[in-house]
C-alpha cells in the first residue's frame, strides 16, 4: 500500500538527490567556498597558532553560516523555473513532507559535508582535537535548523529570488544557532561540557522540523500567486 | 441567523472605512492624551526627578530610551498579531495595520539603539557594548527591515501582506529564542559588565515619570500608527466611491 506521507517525503528526497548528483558542481560550490574562506582567515590575521585557535570557533560557524545561506537560495527557484513545483502545489494537502524531503536532500548535499569536511578547517585553524568531533556534531545539527530557517526565507522570497533578501530575512533568526553552535566548540576547548549547547542545538531542530515546514507551505502557494 | 448578528461588530471594525470614519474622531483626543502625557513625563523626567546617584543627570535618557525599547518591542508582537489575525480571517484593516507597524516599530528601535548608545558613552565609556539586551534590540531592528523589505519581493498588495505576515510570525516565535540565547551568551562571554539598575530597584521619583513617559510612547505609537493606516486605507481603497466622494468634497 502507499503510504502518502512517507511516500512524498521519500519521493521528493530521491528526487532532489538525484538532481543534486547529477549536477555536481552546485554541490561543490559550497564546500569549496567553506574551505577557500578559511584560506583568508590565517592571510588576513596572522598564521599564529594560538590566535587562530582563539577564533576558531566562531569563525568555523560563521563560514557554515555562509554557505549554507549561498546554496539556500536555489532551493525552490530551480523548481519554480522548470515547473515542478506547480506540480507539487497541485496538491490539496499540506506540503510537509514533500518539503522535509526537499530540505533533507539539502542537508544531505550541504550541511553533512560541510560537516564532515570541517575537520581539515579544525586542523587549518589550530583547533584541539578534543574539540573536532563536537565541531562535527554542532556543525551537522546546526546546519540542519540552517537548512530548514534558510527554506522558510528561500520560499518567501521566491518572486524575486533575491539572495540578498534572503540574507536579510534569515540573518536574525539565525543566532540562536550561530550562539549555540560555536558555544559548543567553545566549550570543548576549554574543557567543559559540550553537550548541554548541543542539546539545545537539538531543541532548536526539533522545533524547526515542526513549525518551519509549515511556514513553507504557506508561502510556496503565496509565491506562486505572487 | 443570531450568530451572524453578534459577529457584525467584528466585520465593521475590518472594515478601513468604518476605521478611517472613526478614528477621524478620536485623533483629536488621542493626540491630546499623547501630548499632555509626554509633556508631562518630559517636564516630571527632565526636570523634577532627582539626580541618580552615580549617573549624575546623564541617566536621564532613560526617559526617552526605555519608553522607546517597550514600544519597539510590544509593536514587533503588535505587527505580528496583526499579520495573523489578516491571514486567519483574511481582514484587509489589519493588513494595513500590520504595514503601518513595521516603519514604526523599525524608527522606535532604531531610536532605542542610539539614545543607548549616547547613554553609554558616559556610563560604560563606550558608545557601544555588546550587552544582551542591546544585541537583542539591533536584532529586533533587522527583524523590523526584513519584514520592510520582503514587500518589495512581491507586485500584488494581497501576496505582499501575506508573505510579512507570515515573516512576522516566524520572528515573533524567534524573539524569544534570540532574547533568551542572546541573554545566555553574555552571561557567558562577560562576566564583568555593569548592569544598570533595573526598574524595581529605582526611587519612586523616578520611575513614576518613567511610567508617565511610557504610557505616552505607547499614545504615541497608537496616534502615528492610526495615521500610517489611514493613509494606507486611502492608498490602497483609492477606487471605492467613498474614498472619491471624501477628495471631492474636500
Partial sequence: MYNYLSGGFLAYLNRDLLLGIRNKSDLIKPLIFFLLVSVLVPLAIAPEADRLAELAPGIIWIFAVLATLLSVERLFSDDLQDGSLEQMLMSPNLLIFPILGKVTAHWLMIGLPLALLSPVIGIWLSLPTTAVLPMMLSLAIGTAVLSLIGAVGAALTLPRQGGVLIALLVMPLYMPVLIFGSATIQSAVDGQSWTAPLSILAAFLAIAIALCPLAINVSLRLAKNG | MNLNLQWTWFHRL?????????????????????????????????????????????????????????????????????????????????????????????????????????????????????????????????????????????????????????????????????????????????????????????????????????????????????????????????????????VENN
Avoid: C
Avoid at chain 2, 190 to 209: C, L
Avoid at chain 2, 217 to 244: C, D, G, P
Fill in chain 2, 14 to 246: 475590518g472594515s478601513p472605512r468604518w476605521f478611517y470614519q472613526k478614528t477621524q474622531r478620536w485623533l483629536p483626543w488621542l493626540s491630546l492624551i499623547m501630548l499632555s502625557l509626554l509633556a508631562l513625563g518630559l517636564v516630571w523626567g527632565l526636570a523634577f526627578a532627582p539626580q541618580d546617584a552615580k549617573q549624575g543627570n546623564s541617566f536621564r535618557i532613560i526617559y526617552v530610551h526605555v519608553p522607546a525599547s517597550v514600544v519597539a518591542l510590544a509593536g514587533y508582537y503588535l505587527m505580528a498579531i496583526a499579520g495573523a489575525v489578516g491571514l486567519i480571517w483574511r481582514i484587509k484593516l489589519s493588513y494595513m495595520l500590520m504595514r503601518s507597524a513595521a516603519p514604526i516599530g523599525a524608527a522606535l528601535t532604531f531610536v532605542a539603539l542610539v539614545t543607548g548608545a549616547i547613554w553609554g558613552k558616559p556610563t560604560w565609556g563606550a558608545y557601544w557594548v555588546w550587552d544582551a539586551r542591546i544585541t537583542s534590540m539591533l536584532i529586533l531592528l533587522f527583524l523590523y527591515l526584513g519584514v520592510m523589505a520582503l514587500r518589495h519581493a512581491y507586485s500584488s498588495n494581497e501576496a505582499a501582506d501575506k508573505a510579512s505576515a507570515i515573516l512576522g510570525l516566524v520572528g515573533m516565535v524567534n524573539v524569544p529564542i534570540i532574547y533568551k540565547s542572546v541573554d545566555w551568551w553574555q552571561t557567558l562571554h562577560q562576566p564583568a559588565t555593569i548592569k544598570f539598575t533595573g526598574a524595581p530597584s529605582m526611587h519612586p521619583d523616578m520611575f513614576m515619570p518613567l511610567v508617565v513617559m511610557i504610557a505616552g510612547f505607547y499614545m504615541f505609537y497608537a496616534v502615528t500608527l492610526i495615521l500610517f493606516t489611514r493613509i494606507e486605507i486611502l492608498r490602497r481603497e483609492y477606487r471605492s466611491s467613498w474614498v472619491k466622494q471624501l
